[in-house]
């Protein structure tokens, strides 16, 4: 009965997820309201800082601007879709991590296409 309550803990955590989930050790005592405390303290800062980096990777990789109403939706499912990738994979695969390295590429992307037209419009 006692393997039951408990929940072990993957000790090769990606940087991101092992920074949130530092101090659950190996594994976690579900019976233990602080330790359940933490992990989902874990889990809600590592799928905070998923949406965040989404949302910056979205609307920084698309330059249109949409309507309110289609805004809506796709912010809906992207709140939907970045919380089961969090659950289902944010442990196991640099989720938080490849959506840094985007939103930074993209980043210096639309900083460099605003530097050339801002060349090319003080040119002409």
Not at 51 to 79: D, E, M, N
Not at 108 to 115: E, K, T
Request: avoid cysteine; hydrophobic fraction near 50%; charge should be neutral.
């Amino acid at each position: 009965m006692r393997e039951n309550n408990i929940l072990n803990v993957p000790n090769d955590l990606w940087p991101i997820a092992d920074m949130y989930f530092q101090g659950l050790g190996a594994e976690v005592n579900l019976n233990n309201q602080e330790e359940v405390a933490l992990l989902f303290r874990g889990f809600f800062l590592l799928y905070l800082t998923t949406v965040i980096l989404a949302i910056i990777t979205f609307k920084l990789g698309f330059a249109r601007k949409l309507p309110l109403l289609q805004s809506v939706v796709v912010y809906g499912v992207l709140l939907i879709g970045t919380f089961i990738l969090t659950l289902l994979l944010g442990l196991n695969l640099p989720i938080a991590e490849s959506l840094l390295a985007s939103s930074i590429v993209l980043a210096v992307y639309r900083f460099r296409l605003h530097q050339e037209r801002q060349r090319k419009q003080e040119s002409n």
